[in-house]
Structure formats: structure tokens, C-alpha cells
């Protein structure tokens, strides 16, 4: 048997680390585990990235929905079929890059978030 100096509680000669986190190897109190920090989540570090990117894939949407009515129209008003071609061409390219803007800002989030992680 052996005595707890921090808490005088008797401990058997095996037991490695006492009640109240005494440790009799290291002769130290072990230190809370509160006082490991966590990564705090991406999303609350960079709020503005956060939202350039959301505004970007809602605009992406709306031009979406826009080419598609603007098609539609143009076919309903049969008007010459190069404004048609246009439209889906040109509504087609501008919504990919305003997907791609949102993703590419979602990917600098990310990268930058693993990068810090490793350090
Ligand atoms: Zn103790």
C-alpha cells in the first residue's frame, strides 16, 4: 500500500495513477484534459469567405434560371435560332464559373484549414 501525497487516499502499489489525478510514475498531478485545445471549425474563421461563396453559388442559380427562361422565351417567341444558341452557350459558361468561383472559395477554405492543422 501507498499513500496519495496530494490526496492522502491509500492506493494499492500497482495503481499507476491515483483518484484524484495524482500520478505516482511522474510524481505530477495530471493535467486536466480541458486544457487540450481543439481546432475550432473553419466555418467560424473565415464567416466572409463563407458567404462570398454562398452569394456566388445563389447567383449561380439565378443565372440558371434566368438562361432557362430566356430560352424558353426565345424558342416561345421563335426568334432567330443564334439568340438561342447564345443564350445556352452563354448561360451555360456563366453559370459554371460562378459554380466554380463558389467551389474554388470553398477549396482556399479548405486547404488553408488543413494546412494550419498541420503545422
Ligand atoms: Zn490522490
Known amino acids: 500500500m501507498k499513500t496519495c501525497p496530494k490526496c492522502g487516499r491509500k492506493q494499492e502499489d500497482s495503481v499507476i495513477t491515483c483518484d484524484c489525478g495524482y500520478d505516482f510514475t511522474t510524481e505530477d498531478i495530471i493535467k486536466e484534459s480541458s486544457t487540450i485545445s481543439l481546432p475550432t471549425s ?9 458567404t462570398i461563396s454562398g452569394i456566388y453559388k445563389f447567383l449561380a442559380w439565378i443565372v440558371g434560371f434566368g438562361s ?14 443564334i439568340y438561342i444558341v447564345y443564350s445556352v452557350i452563354g448561360g451555360f459558361f456563366l453559370v459554371i464559373s460562378l459554380f466554380a468561383i463558389s467551389e474554388i472559395i470553398k477549396l482556399f477554405i479548405n486547404i488553408e484549414y488543413n494546412t494550419r492543422n498541420k503545422e
Open 42 to 50: 473553419s466555418s467560424s474563421k473565415y464567416p466572409a469567405l463563407k
Open 68 to 81: 432557362c427562361a430566356s430560352i424558353v422565351a426565345f424558342i416561345t417567341l421563335s426568334t432567330d435560332i
